[in-house]
């Protein structure tokens, strides 16, 4: 089975290429293509993955190609993992909104408004491409905005393409664990949109064991969202959020702690990352090691300034580990050999939650099987979350007409309808902004 990985010079890929290395199951993964436009990262990730298969006798071969029609040929799973504009990108999307006093967080706010308007039409390009060279391949979407992201794909692929984040896995393995159930035996009731959603229930044995953990001050602030958010406003909630809320729930602080920080987290990674793409060029430099020493610090330092305005400390050791290798891994084996499983993806709502469209990419349970992804029917929102998800899926409608139409007025109106960006005056500001350092979005007229 040949997968295809796009941005397959990027620094995460090697988790993908660990966790495939543990299949050796009959329909695994037996070839995977590197695509990226830069040759360099490519060279670079190809030296990290070959000392990751060493003594591997059936690693999957892995080739490279800076021909994207070439690398779709006879895919049957691409992986879309792509970063328009790269880090420096992001670097700017969180300084100039920054500039404005609103948050550039890399999807949520002004700065995910921005990488989707440059974003969106390179994957709408990529997705025509899907369904002209390989009809047959099932896309799996890590690219950021995720939802907005898959559902822009959507349109041309259909339910082929499904999008997924680690975040939602996280945080119910998190849950799971401090109640000490153990979290492949658990029902999570999770809900949202992408990097926009709540854990309302994590069932065990037919039984609900989230009222104990909210009935329960010590057990709810002795894990990381009970640290982030505060014991009193989750039980205020009934639910626990997905920790990208934490942007929403206390914004001025996150946006006083992004604008006192040193450096923004897109900086940091540009910087962090330059040095290890340099260093890969030393043929003698030992690849493997140097890239796990560079993630164990990106990981530790995940969301820092956010921990230090809540005063939550430093990550815990068991979150450091990543997961959304793993959730590829799955979702793959799923549709491939027909496993059934269940996962939090970012799928087409159909009529699971009523008050969106059927077509709207929202990120819910889903039995998957060799048909692919099935959105599980949920219970409605609370009025508070119905309020931001419809707000944000407004936002994101408004950001895909902008990348169709290449109107810099609706580009403006997506900005300014979004709950952290108070101001038209600030969305017209952002759009001039963002279009002086980004030449991806030239476009907008």
Request: proline share 4%.
């Amino acid at each position: 089975m040949k997968l295809t990985i796009l941005g397959g010079g990027g620094f995460r890929v090697p988790l993908v290429y660990g966790a495939l290395l543990q299949d050796h199951a009959e329909g695994r993964v037996t070839h995977v293509v590197l695509h990226d436009l830069d040759t360099g990262r490519l060279s670079a990730v190809t030296r990290v993955l070959a000392e990751q298969a060493a003594g591997v006798p059936d690693a999957p071969e892995v080739s490279a190609t800076t021909d994207l029609d070439e690398a779709l040929r006879g895919a049957d799973f691409v992986f879309s993992a792509i970063r328009v504009g790269g880090l420096e990108g992001r670097a700017n999307d969180e300084r100039v909104a920054l500039a404005e006093g609103v948050l550039g967080q890399e999807t949520v706010g002004a700065g995910g408004i921005a990488y989707g308007l440059r974003t969106v039409p390179v994957a709408v390009d990529i997705a025509r491409r899907v369904a002209r060279l390989a009809p047959e391949a099932w896309v799996i979407n890590f690219t950021n905005p995720a939802g907005l992201v898959t559902e822009a794909m959507s349109r041309h692929l259909g339910d082929r393409v499904i999008g997924i984040c680690d975040s939602p896995v996280g945080l119910g393995r998190r849950i799971a664990r401090v109640l000490g159930a153990n979290p492949k035996e658990a029902w999570i009731d999770y809900v949202g949109l992408n990097h926009l959603g709540w854990v309302r229930g994590l069932h065990v044995a037919g039984r609900d064991e989230l009222p104990r953990l909210l009935g329960d001050p010590d057990l709810l602030g002795s894990f990381e969202e009970g640290k982030l958010f505060g014991v009193d406003w989750l039980r205020s909630l009934g639910a626990i959020p997905n920790e990208y809320l934490h942007y929403y729930y206390f914004n001025r602080e996150a946006v006083r702690a992004y604008q006192q920080a040193e450096k923004t987290r897109g900086a940091f990674l540009h910087d962090q990352q330059a040095r290890f793409y340099a260093e890969m060029t030393n043929p003698d430099a030992p690849a493997l090691k140097v890239w796990d020493d560079t993630r164990a610090e990106r990981e530790a330092t995940y969301m820092a300034e956010n921990r230090e305005t809540a005063g939550a400390g430093e990550r815990d050791e068991d979150d450091l580990s990543g997961g959304y290798e793993k959730v590829a891994l799955a979702l793959m084996r799923a549709i491939a050999r027909d496993e059934r499983t269940t996962l939090i993806l970012n799928v087409r709502n159909r009529r699971t939650l009523s008050v969106l469209d059927t077509d709207a990419v929202i990120e819910v349970p889903c039995h998957v099987d060799a048909n692919g992804a099935h959105p599980v029917t949920v219970e409605p929102l609370p009025d508070h979350a119905t309020g931001l998800v419809c707000a944000v899926k407004a936002v994101e409608r408004e950001v895909l007409s902008a990348a169709d139409s290449g109107s810099q007025a609706t580009a403006v109106k997506a900005f300014a309808l979004h709950p952290l960006v108070d101001s038209v005056n600030v969305a017209r500001r952002l759009v001039e902004g963002y279009t002086e350092v980004h030449p991806g979005l030239a476009y907008l007229r």
